[in-house]
């Protein structure tokens, strides 16, 4: 893939009085407004996050916006602030180029990830999706435990999931009939396409599964292939892609922000930049999912707290070495299980030592008051 033209934002306005509903307004997100729309007030989706400001959509308007100061005197950590997809309430001045976000709906769903890096806090991707599609390319980046990882992700964040293979006109027939195999266990449980951006195989197959004002997310490492995909069910080349090293398989990062944007058919889409650190935690729930053949030996195990690690009575490590349970991925489960526990730990702590800190600052500022 070529870089093809600069990347340009997609406009989503729509008309009438269904212009919300056009953005997945429902019924559900109606009744979770009630009580704060004042005068003035409106309801509008966020569709792009910047780092000093966002862009969010009335269906009609799209508007640049910023928070209003008591939005922001009240945030705790960073999961409160608006993402891609959020619903909030704005106030619109100048003629609807300028709009104030007071206030963020409940979430049906948010997708985040452990920030990349050494910093152990939640990273923001995404809200009030439906479903992800989870892009693995049939070259150097097939991967089947970065494809659990996503898995436990999404499951965590309460999103259905899609696995699509792309990229499927790289390999010999026998070579993608042998990656074909190994997801098979794969395909019993969630809808599986492969494609090819290239030739176009299997993306009707893509479409016909879409639904108008549902929310889908894109996510996967860099040069897989999202973006051109999503070029392609847009039916223009309206996003710039980059090429991908041939040594590695690897891109850069072609989607640098996340932005929602409309299909012509009405499913809505957000494109995520390409991961290459994919860290989770608080995902207990994610995990017993994902890996629901673990999860449904628990309650066999002679301890109830049992790590299935090294316990005598262990129901799982006997299926283990009964070959019932895949020992890789048996293996997967165990590293990601460690390393959610060891996140969410120096999580907590971080969490205490910020609540410490600034009960300090405020009561300093207390006793300068009174001198």
Known sequence: MSSRQEEKPKDINTSGSSALEALGFDAWFAEQSAGLLEDGFAIARVIEVNKSNYKVSTGRHDIL???????????????????????????????????????????????????????VAFQLIAANIDFAFIVQSADANFNLHRLERYLVMVHESKIAPMVILSKTDLLPAEQLAGIQEQVKPYQDKY????????????LQKVREVLQSGKTYCLLGSSGVGKTTL?????????????????????????????????????SIFIDTPGMRELGNFNVDAGLEETFDEIASLQGQCHFADCTHRHEAGCAVIAAVQQGLIDHERYQNYLKIQKESAYYAMSYQDKRKKDKQFGKMVKDYKKSIRKK
Do not use: M
């Open 230 to 266: 999503l070029n392609n069910l847009l039916g223009e080349a309206l996003y710039e892609v980059n090429a991908v090293r041939e040594k590695d398989s690897r891109g850069r990062h072609t989607t640098s922000k996340r932005q929602l944007v409309r299909l012509p058919d009405g």
């Open 191 to 202: 809808p599986f396409l492969a494609i090819s951006n290239v030739t176009g195989d299997g």
């Open 65 to 119: 916006a910023e928070l209003s100061g008591r939005f922001l005197f009240n945030v705790d950590n960073r999961t409160e602030l608006p993402t891609v997809g959020d619903w909030v309430v704005v106030q619109c001045f100048d003629e609807d180029g300028l709009a104030i976000i007071h206030h963020i709906l409940p979430r049906k769903s948010l997708l985040r990830r452990k920030d990349p890096g050494k910093a």
